[in-house]
Structure formats: structure tokens, C-alpha cells
């Protein structure tokens, strides 16, 4: 069987946020987009058509595509970021770069991950840790350290821009070599408070750190000095 | 035992029909006992009746890769001396929560024939099948010679079902419970080992979460001399690691338990003893809670590895690079995206023989990642780091949040051996990000320059152009996976005329409707199945399906009311066994 190309070429077929919308209204709407030579193919009719897919992007963002009626596919849709993809039209490459990060749709089993492994990395006792200035996040796992020593020493490695500087009154610093700027390790603990990194006995920091922030020092005068601590 | 049987069994079965040749039974059964591969036995079977007839007496081994695709009786019938079996149950894209979880695929139905007929079975694998404890019970009991249970990514049961096992099977060899979801009711199970009990030969129970008790643990290792798998879970600690260790220098496969700070352990020098004595270690995987502190430990066991298994351990790229020179002969590895490009870099310099990467992805929801567009896990620089240093490479997964088709080009320009070629792009739809460009011509370098391709699975945006490309060149192809991609049934069209070694099609969300899944009316029957959701086919175009072929299983599956022309999940497969007795109540066979 061969089949002929299709002469309604649609090169766009994924609906805009508008038709979504109707959509959304009319249950049973329906918008034919095939040809007809396949009509002539299967001899069925086909009124019915489309599952309009809404796949994520659109033509403008994915935020107005939300609850699109595939019930099987979406679980929550929250909006745009670089989901959004470029038409088949060469012209659209601008639309992309300026997109406000915003988060993305969750779709059931995508990425496909299984579940069995999702659960088995969970588990792990992680802590994100950001860098002020830095784009990115890192994750460390607590559990892995025997103290605070060990804790510094990894994140020395993985920020590897980093050196550590020991001062007398027993408080460390990272330190980066390029600019001199001085960073300060905090860390938020479970009551939503920032605290510095080194106040607490370690088995404590462990259970109570939810997540580790190197602050650069001019911004770390808020934190209350160790010795003013209960 | 088995030749007895076999002797009975002739001297009831001799051939009516004239003979083509001479050839007396007993010696090709002989002979064909040499052969093992599935493949080359039903080619055997196919040659002339004498040779079926041969070919069945002497087969001990049957695989199913579709457990609804034939009946146990009917395996009964034609085979009468199966020793071991193979089954694979439900849908791969159950894995990712796209099949509803009561669909079928129990076991249970062919332990009973198998009672019956395999009284003398050893072996079952299965993968994605229903197994419950009362079906773990009754294979323990009906089976007195059983060896060796499998049970991958497996569900249904809980530790009261391997507690049956481990109490009954007096001759068990193996007892592996690999990524199965199973109700972890306490570690007591491992103590209902009888202490004469000795075959034991591989034992993997790294997914469970209880604790077993440790001295049975340690007295089991000890006395089943003949251990060579040992695979834990988080709670054994490095202590007790090093314990077992001592006890089985032996082990060619070890999953170790948690590999972080133990106050127990005496002294570091101690564990990297232990690890140095276990001389055939080849595959170690584990490492649950990973301290780089410990991981120098690992080094001395390294010398002979192939396959290191980092797919739990959230590695940084230093850590990962400080390992890897002392593992000079590997083969498979398998990590986190946490090792990102410059751990990839280091494998890439490393390990020259390397034959399999699967890069996973640590955390594939993380919202916040995704917000700060972060640079976290790995990117094409990686990729290419590691086909330049590798040029064995013929088995990749990789998951990434981005690519660009120049990329993907080089690594088959410097690895063209690719079998299998799994890329995650995980941003759904996502464009070459560097030229905006869809990913087309990235999976068309990979079809045009990697001949032997037999599995690809294809992310990102891509047009119907990209299925051009592999219904041009793939004609290898067995297994395709796609998702969010396409832009008509063109595309699937394609597919589905131009590889004519496809058995497996797995596609969601992708717009392909019933004009695709009509091309393939003659395809499917040579087909293992084909999987379609979320995509544009209605229920008349797989009612016309079902009518024009009768020897598929046209199953949809309908979870929801509201709509009847839509077919939401389609799952085609061909069957001599007829439409599905089990099938729940929303699963309609057409």
C-alpha cells in the first residue's frame, strides 16, 4: 500500500492555546484535519478525528494548555519553560530565548524513569546546595560524611573554585582564590531558619539541615554571630 | 533423570508418516540437545515433521517474550520436557505507570498446568508478571527439583512469599528478586533457609527495605560454598560487608549494602582486604549511600571488573574519576547524572574497552532544576567524551536535558557499532538547543551510520522526517520507542514499512491515527506487539484491525467513560491463544 502524500499539508497541526480552550467547552468538537485519500484507503469515515494532542509547547507556551482533556497523559501542567518548540517554520527561533523560566507540565511516566528506581534514589538523606551567584544546583547527601570536616572537603571538590581558609576562632570559610570573595556555609533546618554551618553537633545538623546555601560573607552579617547562638 | 524420561517418552512416540531420511530419532535429539538458542530451535522445528518432533522432545528451555501470545497447555503440548522457563508479562510502558496496575499477566494460571506437566521444572524468569505469595507457595511446594527463581521488575507478593521459598526449595540455586515492587513485611524470610540447606548459588534482595538478620545471613553465606552472586540491600552495612566477604572470597557478583560511614568498622585497611581477597569479582553494583571515603576500599576488587553498577550512587565527576583507572577491563557501567560531563570525561579517558554507558538521571522531577535552568546532570560535551575515548561502545542510555543533532552525529561517526541507542532528551519536545532545529537529523546520523542498530528509542522534538530516516536505513531494527514525536501518520508509516525486522513498537502521545495503524494490517502478525497511546487512533480503526486479522489480540483499554471513539491505549500483539480469558473489565478485546 502506498500512500499518496497528503495534499492538505498542515504543517502545523498542533492546536493553538485558543482552540484548546473551545475544546475544553465542547466535549465531543472536532476538527478534521486528515485528507482524503485516507478515506479512500480504509473506506471508513472518519468525522472523527483528531485527539487534538496539545502536545507541550504550542505554538506559544504550554500555561494555557493545561487539563486538555487527555486525561491519560497529563497529571498537572503548570506552565512553560523551555518546553516550547520551534514550528517546522524557520522563522520562529526568536520565540524561544526569551521565555520566562516558569515550571514545566508534569506528564504521567515521563521522563520514563521507573517508579522502582524514582523510589530507591528518594530515600537518600539529600540536601540541595546553592551557591550564591552560581546558575546551578548540587545535591550532597549528608549521610555520607563522618562531620563537618568531610562536608567542607566535598564541597571545596565540587565547587572546585574553592579553597578553605581556616581562621583562629575555629570558623572556616571557602574561599574564591579568583576574586578573594569569601563565602560562608549556611544552612536551612527544619523550622525554616538560616542558620551558620558548624553551630550544632554534627548527628544533629544531619537531621535537621534541609538544605545548604554558600553565602557570601558581606551577606551573611545577618545571620547572627555563633557565640550570641542559645 | 532426564534420560530416563526421554528413553520412555520415545518408545511411545515414533513417527507415522514416511521419513525423508534414515535419521534415527535418538541421535538428532542428541544433537539437537547442543542447540540452544530459541531462535536457531524454532528454525530447527520448521525444517520437516521429524525435525519439529525432534526439536520438541529435546528442547529443555522455553522463552515466551508475551505471555498472552500462547497458552500453558499449549506449551504443555508441544513441549514435554521443559526443565526452565522464560516469561515476560505486561506492557513495557507499565514501568511508567501507563498501564493500569490489576491488568493481568499472573502467574498463577501456568504454575497449575506446569504442576502437571513439569513436575522435574528447575527454572522460571519472569519479568513484569503478577506473582502472588500464594503462587510463590504453590511453586514451592509443587516443585520439588526447583533451582532457580527470577523475578524482575515483578510484582504481587511480599517477603511472605520468599519465606515459602526459602522453606521449601530444598534445592534452590537462586533466588533473585531484581527491581520487583514487593510488600516488605520484615527480613524474617532469609532466617526460614534450613541450616543443612546449602546450594544456594546467587541470591539478590538489594530492593528490599527491611532488614534481614544478619547472623543467618552470615551462617548462609558461610555454609553455601557454591555462592557467586550475593546482592544486599541498604541495611547491611560495611561491617558487615567486609563480614560476608571474608566468608565469600569467591563471589563473582557482589551488590554491597550501604557504603557509608560505619562506626563498627575497625579499620579501612581491614575492608580493602577483604575486597582484595574476592579475586573473580567481575560486576559490583549497590553502594547505597556512597562516602567517597570508602570508595578507595572498592579499588583492590576492581582489577577484573566488566560491569560496574553506580546506577544508585550519587557520584561527583572527582569521585568517579578517582575509580575508574583501577577498573582497566570495563565493560558495562552505569551511572548517575551526578557525575556530569567531566565525570564522563573521565570514562571516556579510562575505560577504553568500554562496551555499555547508561547515564541516569538523579532527579528527573526536580522542579527547582529545571527553574534555574540549572546545568546539572549531563550534556552532549559528555556524550561525545565518551565516544571519542570508547570505541567499543555499542549500548548506550543516556538521559540528558540537552542536545543538539551535530552531537549526536559525531558520536556515531566515532562509534558505529551501536546495537542499541536509547536518548532521553527529558524536557519533552525539546529542539537542538544550540540551532532551534528539530532532533531529525540526529537519529537519521544514528540509522545511517550505525547498521547494526536493533533497539533505538528517540526523545525531543522530532517531525516526521526522523521516521523517514529510520524506515530508510534502520532495517535492523527490532525495538522503537517513541514519544511526543511525529507530525502525521506519515511517520509511522514509514516505520512500519521500511523495517522489516521490527518486533517491537511502543509510541505515546504522538500524533498517529488509524491510517498509520492500518499500514501496518500485514506487519503485525510478525510482530511481538504493538503498543499506541495517547495517539489519534479511534475505536472504529481497531475494530477494522481486529476484523481484517484475526490472529491479533486487539486489546484497548478504557479507564475512563466519558469517551467511546477515542482508543485511548491500544495494545496489539499476535496470539495463537485467542483473546485474553483474565482480561479485566477494562480491557476490551476487539
Redesign the interface.
Known amino acids: 500500500?502506498s500512500?499518496p502524500?497528503?495534499p492538505n499539508p498542515?504543517?502545523n497541526?498542533?492546536p493553538n492555546a485558543r482552540d484548546i480552550e473551545e475544546e475544553r467547552e465542547t466535549?465531543m468538537s472536532i476538527e478534521t484535519e486528515?485528507s482524503s485519500t485516507?478515506s479512500e484507503?480504509?473506506g471508513?469515515d472518519?468525522e472523527?478525528?483528531?485527539?487534538t494532542?496539545g502536545?507541550?509547547?504550542g505554538k506559544r507556551g504550554f500555561s494555557e494548555t493545561v487539563n486538555l482533556g487527555?486525561?491519560?497523559?497529563l497529571i498537572e501542567a503548570r506552565g512553560d519553560?523551555?518546553?516550547d518548540?520551534?514550528d517546522?517554520s524557520p522563522d520562529?527561533?526568536a520565540s524561544?530565548a526569551e521565555k520566562p523560566?516558569?515550571?514545566?507540565?508534569?506528564?504521567?511516566?515521563?521522563?520514563?524513569?521507573?517508579?522502582?528506581?524514582?523510589n530507591?534514589?528518594k530515600s537518600?538523606t539529600?540536601v540541595?546546595v546553592q551557591v550564591d551567584g552560581a546558575?546551578?544546583?548540587?545535591?550532597v547527601?549528608l549521610?555520607?560524611?563522618?562531620g563537618y570536616e568531610?562536608l567542607l572537603v566535598?564541597l571545596q571538590?565540587?565547587f572546585?573554585c574553592f579553597t578553605i581558609r581556616n581562621y583562629p576562632n575555629e570558623e572556616r570559610k571557602l574561599v574564591d582564590p579568583v576574586n578573594g570573595t569569601e563565602y560562608v556555609p549556611t544552612y536551612e533546618d527544619k523550622d525554616g531558619d538560616w542558620m551558620l554551618v558548624g553551630d550544632v553537633p554534627w548527628k544533629m545538623f544531619v537531621e535537621s539541615c534541609k538544605r545548604l546555601r554558600l553565602m557570601k560573607s558581606s551577606e551573611a552579617v545577618n545571620l547572627a554571630p555563633r557565640e550570641a547562638r542559645r | 533423570m532426564a534420560a530416563k524420561r526421554k528413553k520412555e517418552l520415545e518408545g511411545e512416540e515414533k513417527p507415522q508418516e514416511n521419513r525423508i531420511s534414515t535419521f534415527p530419532d535418538e541421535v538428532l535429539e542428541r544433537v539437537l540437545v547442543f542447540v540452544k538458542s530459541h531462535k536457531d530451535r524454532s528454525a530447527v522445528s520448521l525444517v520437516c515433521k521429524d525435525w519439529y518432533n525432534a526439536e520438541r522432545w529435546s528442547r529443555t528451555h522455553v522463552f515466551i517474550g508475551n505471555c498472552y501470545s500462547v497458552s500453558p497447555e499449549m506449551v504443555a503440548r508441544r513441549f514435554p520436557n521443559i526443565r526452565s522457563l522464560t516469561l515476560k508479562g505486561k506492557p513495557r510502558?507499565y514501568?511508567?505507570?501507563?498501564v493500569p496496575p490489576e491488568w493481568g499477566a499472573d502467574i498463577h494460571s501456568w504454575l497449575v498446568i506446569f504442576a502437571l506437566a513439569y513436575p522435574f521444572l528447575e527454572e522460571l524468569r519472569l519479568k513484569r508478571m503478577t506473582v502472588t505469595d500464594d503462587s510463590l507457595e504453590y511453586l514451592a511446594r509443587s516443585f520439588p527439583g526447583f533451582k532457580a527463581l527470577s523475578l524482575v521488575?515483578c510484582d504481587g507478593f511480599s517477603t511472605n512469599g520468599l519465606a515459602s521459598v526459602a522453606s521449601y526449595c530444598r534445592n534452590l540455586t537462586e533466588l533473585d528478586i531484581q527491581?520487583s515492587?514487593i510488600d516488605d513485611l520484615g527480613g524474617s524470610w532469609l532466617s526460614c533457609f534450613p541450616d543443612n540447606f546449602t546450594s544456594l548459588e546467587a541470591l539478590n534482595f538489594a530492593?528490599l527495605h527491611s532488614e534481614v538478620n544478619f547472623d543467618s545471613l552470615e551462617r548462609l553465606v558461610a555454609r553455601c560454598k557454591s555462592l557467586r552472586v550475593l546482592k544486599v540491600n541498604k541495611h547491611v552495612t560495611l561491617e558487615q560487608l567486609r563480614r560476608l566477604l571474608i566468608r565469600a572470597p569467591q563471589l563473582m557478583e557482589l551488590g554491597t549494602g550501604s557504603f557509608?560511614?560505619d562506626h563498627k568498622l575497625r579499620s579501612d585497611t581491614e575492608l580493602e582486604n577483604a575486597f582484595s581477597n574476592c579475586k573473580n569479582l567481575h560486576t559490583i553494583s549497590g553502594l547505597?549511600?556512597?562516602?567517597?571515603?570508602y570508595l578507595p576500599a572498592l579499588y583492590p576488587a576492581c582489577s577484573n571488573l566488566t560491569f560496574l553498577n553506580l546506577?544508585?550512587a550519587?557520584l561527583?565527576s572527582?569521585e568517579l574519576a578517582k575509580l575508574l583507572p583501577s577498573c582497566p577491563l570495563l565493560r558495562r557501567l552505569w551511572v548517575?547524572d551526578?557525575v556530569e560531563d567531566k565525570g564522563l570525561e573521565a570514562v571516556g579517558s579510562s575505560c577504553r574497552l568500554l562496551e555499555e554507558l547508561r547515564v541516569?538521571?538523579?532527579?528527573?522531577?526536580d522542579?527547582?532544576?529545571?527553574?534555574?535552568?540549572?546545568?546539572?546532570g549531563v550534556t552532549e560535551s559528555g556524550f561525545i567524551s565518551v565516544s571519542e575515548g570508547c570505541p567499543n561502545l555499542h549500548y548506550v542510555l543516556y538521559?540528558c536535558r540537552q542536545m543538539t543533532n551535530v552531537a549526536v552525529a559525531t558520536v556515531v561517526r566515532n562509534c558505529p557499532n551501536f546495537t542499541h541507542f536509547r536518548l532521553?532528551i527529558?524536557?519533552?519536545?525539546?529542539?537542538d538547543?544550540l540551532t532551534?532545529?528539530?532532533m531529525d537529523e540526529a537519529f537519521g546520523a544514528v540509522v545511517k551510520s550505525c547498521t547494526k542498530l536493533r533497539r533505538l528509542a528517540v526523545s525531543g522534538?522530532l517531525?516526521d522526517c526522523a521516521f523517514e530516516y529510520i524506515g530508510t536505513y534502520a532495517k535492523n531494527l527490532e525495538t522503537l520507542s517513541v514519544?511526543?514525536a511525529g507530525?502525521?501518520?506519515?511517520g509511522m508509516?514509514c516505520v512500519l514499512q521500511g523495517c522489516p525486522k521490527l518486533r517491537k513498537l511502543e509510541i505515546?502521545?504522538?500524533?498517529f491515527?488509524?491510517?498509520a495503524l492500518?499500514?501496518g494490517l500485514e506487519r503485525y502478525e510478525s510482530m511481538r506487539s504493538l503498543w499506541m497511546?495517547?495517539?489519534?487512533v479511534?475505536m472504529?480503526?481497531c475494530r477494522?484491525l481486529a476484523r481484517e486479522m484475526p490472529r491479533l489480540n486487539v486489546e484497548v483499554i478504557k479507564?475512563?467513560e466519558?469517551?467511546d471513539?477515542?482508543a485511548?491505549?491500544v495494545y496489539v500483539y499476535r496470539s495463537v491463544a485467542g483473546p485474553r480469558r483474565d482480561a479485566p473489565p477494562f480491557v476490551l478485546t476487539l
Open positions: 500500500m500512500f502524500p497528503n498542515n504543517p497541526p498542533r466535549e486528515r485516507e484507503v480504509s471508513l472518519y472523527e478525528t483528531a485527539l494532542l502536545l507541550p509547547g487527555i486525561k491519560s497523559s519553560s523551555s518546553g518548540r520551534s517546522e520562529c527561533n524561544v523560566p516558569a515550571p514545566k507540565a508534569r506528564v504521567v511516566g515521563w521522563p520514563p524513569v521507573r517508579s522502582y528506581r524514582k530507591a534514589l537518600c539529600f540541595k546558575p546551578y544546583l548540587r545535591k547527601d549521610e555520607a560524611y563522618r568531610q566535598a571538590e565540587m572546585s | 510502558f514501568d511508567f505507570n501507563l521488575s527491581e515492587g530492593n557509608s560511614q547505597w549511600v556512597v562516602s567517597s571515603l546506577s544508585y550519587p561527583q572527582t548517575l551526578t541516569f538521571p538523579a532527579d528527573p522531577f522542579q527547582e532544576i529545571m527553574l534555574e535552568g540549572g546545568h546539572s538521559f532521553c527529558m524536557n519533552m519536545c525539546q529542539p538547543y532551534n532545529e528539530p522534538l517531525t514519544a511526543f507530525s502525521s501518520d506519515r508509516q505515546r502521545d504522538s500524533p491515527g488509524n491510517a492500518l499500514s497511546s495517547a495517539c489519534k479511534t472504529s480503526g477494522l479507564e475512563d466519558g469517551d471513539i477515542q485511548e491505549k
